[in-house]
Protein backbone atom coordinates (compact mmCIF):
# COMPACT_ATOMS: atom_id res chain seq x y z
CA UNK A 1 0.00 0.00 0.00
CA UNK A 2 1.01 3.59 -1.16
CA UNK A 3 0.31 6.52 0.73
CA UNK A 4 -0.30 9.97 -0.13
CA UNK A 5 -1.27 12.59 1.75
CA UNK A 6 -2.20 16.04 0.78
CA UNK A 7 -4.41 19.20 1.61
CA UNK A 8 -2.19 21.08 4.25
CA UNK A 9 -2.03 24.86 3.94
CA UNK A 10 -1.56 28.50 5.40
CA UNK A 11 -4.87 29.09 7.34
CA UNK A 12 -5.90 31.71 10.14
CA UNK A 13 -6.76 30.74 13.79
CA UNK A 14 -10.50 29.66 13.52
CA UNK A 15 -9.82 28.47 10.11
CA UNK A 16 -10.61 24.90 8.54
CA UNK A 17 -9.01 22.33 6.20
CA UNK A 18 -9.42 18.91 5.09
CA UNK A 19 -6.56 16.80 4.65
CA UNK A 20 -6.87 14.06 2.21
CA UNK A 21 -5.03 10.40 2.51
CA UNK A 22 -5.09 8.52 -1.06
CA UNK A 23 -3.71 5.23 -0.91
CA UNK A 24 -2.88 2.98 -3.94
CA UNK A 25 -3.09 -0.90 -3.63
CA UNK A 26 -5.68 -3.65 -2.69
CA UNK A 27 -7.51 -4.00 -0.18
CA UNK A 28 -7.25 -0.48 1.71
CA UNK A 29 -10.67 -1.03 2.96
CA UNK A 30 -9.44 -3.07 5.05
CA UNK A 31 -6.77 -1.21 6.54
CA UNK A 32 -7.05 0.81 9.80
CA UNK A 33 -6.03 4.13 9.00
CA UNK A 34 -4.75 7.06 11.07
CA UNK A 35 -3.57 10.42 10.95
CA UNK A 36 -0.17 11.20 12.88
CA UNK A 37 1.19 14.98 12.89
CA UNK A 38 4.37 15.86 14.50
CA UNK A 39 5.13 19.59 15.65
CA UNK A 40 8.53 20.81 15.29
CA UNK A 41 10.66 19.80 18.36
CA UNK A 42 8.17 17.80 19.37
CA UNK A 43 7.24 14.16 19.47
CA UNK A 44 4.93 12.46 16.39
CA UNK A 45 1.26 12.34 17.78
CA UNK A 46 -1.65 10.94 17.37
CA UNK A 47 -4.80 12.75 16.24
CA UNK A 48 -7.47 10.34 14.84
CA UNK A 49 -7.64 6.81 13.73
CA UNK A 50 -10.58 4.96 11.54
CA UNK A 51 -11.22 1.18 11.52
CA UNK A 52 -12.55 -1.06 8.36
CA UNK A 53 -15.74 -0.87 9.13
CA UNK A 54 -15.78 2.75 9.72
CA UNK A 55 -15.72 2.84 13.59
CA UNK A 56 -13.27 6.02 14.65
CA UNK A 57 -11.05 7.44 17.41
CA UNK A 58 -9.61 10.58 18.41
CA UNK A 59 -7.19 11.56 20.84
CA UNK A 60 -9.30 13.53 23.18
CA UNK A 61 -7.74 17.46 22.50
CA UNK A 62 -8.99 16.51 18.98
CA UNK A 63 -12.83 15.13 19.83
CA UNK A 64 -15.29 17.88 18.75
CA UNK A 65 -12.89 19.50 16.26
CA UNK A 66 -11.60 17.09 13.83
CA UNK A 67 -13.28 14.59 12.18
CA UNK A 68 -12.19 11.31 10.23
CA UNK A 69 -13.79 9.66 7.34
CA UNK A 70 -13.04 7.18 4.62
CA UNK A 71 -14.59 6.69 1.17
CA UNK A 72 -13.74 3.41 0.46
CA UNK A 73 -14.68 3.86 -3.56
CA UNK A 74 -12.10 6.49 -4.04
CA UNK A 75 -9.49 4.63 -1.63
CA UNK A 76 -9.31 7.91 0.48
CA UNK A 77 -9.42 8.90 3.95
CA UNK A 78 -9.93 12.46 5.02
CA UNK A 79 -9.08 14.53 7.74
CA UNK A 80 -11.72 17.54 8.53
CA UNK A 81 -10.37 20.00 10.76
CA UNK A 82 -11.79 22.81 12.29
CA UNK A 83 -11.28 25.68 14.37
CA UNK A 84 -7.82 25.48 13.88
CA UNK A 85 -5.59 26.32 16.40
CA UNK A 86 -1.60 27.87 15.95
CA UNK A 87 -0.96 24.82 18.07
CA UNK A 88 -2.39 22.36 15.40
CA UNK A 89 0.63 23.64 13.46
CA UNK A 90 2.55 20.86 12.57
CA UNK A 91 3.53 17.98 9.42
CA UNK A 92 0.69 16.23 8.92
CA UNK A 93 1.21 12.25 8.11
CA UNK A 94 -1.13 9.42 7.68
CA UNK A 95 -0.55 5.92 8.33
CA UNK A 96 -1.83 2.39 7.68
CA UNK A 97 -1.92 -0.97 8.68
CA UNK A 98 -3.64 -4.07 8.19
CA UNK A 99 -4.27 -5.90 11.55
CA UNK A 100 -4.21 -2.92 14.26
CA UNK A 101 -6.09 -3.84 17.45
CA UNK A 102 -8.44 -0.56 18.63
CA UNK A 103 -5.88 -0.18 22.21
CA UNK A 104 -2.82 -0.13 19.84
CA UNK A 105 -4.46 2.54 17.14
CA UNK A 106 -2.85 5.49 18.97
CA UNK A 107 0.88 4.00 18.64
CA UNK A 108 2.59 4.79 15.62
CA UNK A 109 5.07 1.82 15.64
CA UNK A 110 1.99 -0.30 14.61
CA UNK A 111 1.65 1.35 11.25
CA UNK A 112 3.45 -0.57 8.74
CA UNK A 113 2.86 2.27 5.56
CA UNK A 114 3.20 5.58 6.12
CA UNK A 115 2.49 9.18 4.05
CA UNK A 116 5.14 11.34 2.97
CA UNK A 117 3.38 13.39 5.28
CA UNK A 118 1.20 17.73 4.23
CA UNK A 119 2.19 20.54 6.65
CA UNK A 120 -0.96 22.69 8.06
CA UNK A 121 0.59 25.96 9.45
CA UNK A 122 -2.08 27.98 11.44
CA UNK A 123 -1.20 31.88 11.88
CA UNK A 124 -2.07 33.61 15.02
Known amino acids: VQLQAFGGGLVQTGGSLRLSCAAS????????VGWFRQAPGKEREFVAG???????YYADSKKGRFTISRDNAKNTVYLQMNSLKPEDTAVYYCAADQSIIMSSMTSSQYYRYWGQGTLVTVSS
Open 25 to 32: GRAFSNHV
Open 50 to 56: IRRGGVT
